[in-house]
Each structure stands twice: as structure tokens, then as C-alpha cells.
């Protein structure tokens, strides 16, 4: 049972233009969400996190986007550079307990010059 | 946020044999957890690992296949054992900084068994 989806496993899009990276989720006790880039062979950076209390967090270049009813979030990258081409992870967890992570299975973005 | 080291970065293992990976913080954290993303898959929770208690260990995963030991609050083991080519992995170690909850998990640059 895949609690987190990524539904789209590949991105292009053009530098400076907006990347927009989706995430579905089907747990509703999930009130934590957080977005990770990851590059081959090294661990996940993290890039930016929302809780369930709001719906846009917003952080330079980067806002993640909450919609609770839809079980949807989605994270836009603008504008979009050529260093965020990378796999990025959606990951969503219960804030209360041992906040495990939850991921899903990660969107390749390439930004095309 | 905090710096995780984790050793060795990478390695070939022969079949049949037992691995350590070692995570060291630069912090003193309380929860500390380890993932694996297996080849084309995403990140999968191993185990939590708390000091002073056992590892509390995931669906599919045991103790005999992956012991860990956490003897203080910066450093933490992970020992793959008796491996076999479905364990080419990279192994991640993770900590959440602070106490309360909400905090952001972080992640070391991972660990990559290749076992042949």
C-alpha cells in the first residue's frame, strides 16, 4: 500500500520557467509533509516542509502548496535553474511519536538550458 | 540543522559476509533512523533507533538481518549481515533535530553496498 505517490516519475522543463512537482497522499493521520532533492549517490537534502495547519509555506525560490481535502501537495521551483535538476522526494509523517517518514517514490526534474 | 558523517561512503561486499556502516552527529539528537533506498526505489524506513532502548524495526525487517546499536546520542551503527545481492543499497542514517515535534529530519550523504 503506497501511502505516498509521486505519480509522475520524470520532469522537463525549461530554465527559467516554473517547475511544478506533485504529490499525493492517502493517510489521512499524515500532518507533516516534507519535499527533499536528492542527487545519485548521496543522501536527500532537505528542502522545505508545510504542517497541516497551513496550506503554502514559501521559502526563496521554493513554495509547497497543501491541499488537505484532495490528500494533495505540490511543490514550485521558480524560476527553475539548471543546479535543481535532481530526483525529488515528497515524505509525510504524523507530527506526534517517532515522526517516521513516509516517502514516495521520487520525481526526476531536469532543467533544460 | 545538523552534520551527519556516515562510513564507509561506499563499498563492495562479497555475498555472505556482514557490514557496519557507522553514522556519526555532530549534535546530540534523540531519535535516530535508518532508511535504505533500494536501486530505482524510493526511501524505505529500516528501523528507529533511540539511546538507552532497542531498535524498533519496521515490517519486513529484523533484528538478526539488521542490528543496530546506539550507544550515546551522537553515534549510531547499522550492521547489514550475511548479505546477499538484494541488499545493494544505499543506507542511509537520519536524525530529527530538537525535541518537540515538527522538527526536520536530516539526512547523511549515505552509505553504498554493492554486494557481489
Known amino acids: 500500500d503506497q501511502q505516498v505517490k509521486q505519480n509522475s516519475p520524470s520532469l522537463s522543463v525549461q530554465e527559467g520557467r516554473i517547475s511544478i512537482l506533485n504529490c499525493d497522499y492517502t493517510n489521512s493521520m499524515f500532518d507533516y509533509f516534507l519535499w527533499y532533492k536528492k542527487y545519485p549517490a548521496e543522501g536527500p537534502t532537505f528542502l522545505i516542509s508545510?504542517?497541516?495547519?497551513?496550506d503554502k509555506n514559501e521559502d526563496g525560490r521554493f513554495t509547497v502548496f497543501l491541499n488537505k481535502s484532495a490528500k494533495h501537495l505540490s511543490l514550485h521551483i521558480v524560476p527553475s535553474q539548471p543546479g535543481d535538476s535532481a530526483v525529488y522526494f515528497c515524505a509525510a509523517s504524523v507530527m506526534e511519536g517517532a515522526q517516521k517518514l513516509v516517502f514516495g517514490q521520487g520525481t526526476r526534474l531536469t532543467i533544460n538550458p | 540543522s545538523a552534520v551527519i558523517s556516515q562510513k564507509p561512503s561506499r563499498d563492495i561486499c562479497q555475498r555472505g559476509t556482514s557490514l557496519t556502516i557507522q553514522c556519526q552527529v555532530d549534535s546530540q539528537v534523540t531519535m535516530m533512523f535508518w532508511y535504505r533506498q533500494q536501486p530505482g526505489q524510493s526511501l524505505t524506513l529500516i528501523a528507529t533507533?533511540?539511546?538507552?532502548?532497542?531498535?524498533?524495526?519496521e515490517s519486513g525487517f529484523v533484528i538478526d538481518k539488521f542490528p543496530i546499536s546506539r550507544p550515546n546520542l551522537t553515534f549510531s551503527t547499522l550492521t547489514v549481515s550475511n548479505m546477499s545481492p538484494e541488499d545493494s543499497s544505499i543506507y542511509l542514517c537520519s536524525v530529527r533535530t530538537g525535541e518537540t515535534s515538527g522538527n526536520t529530519i536530516y539526512f547523511g550523504e549515505g552509505s553504498w553496498l554493492t554486494v557481489v
Open positions: 533507533a533511540n539511546q538507552g532502548s532497542e531498535a524498533t524495526y
Open positions: 508545510i504542517s497541516s495547519i497551513k
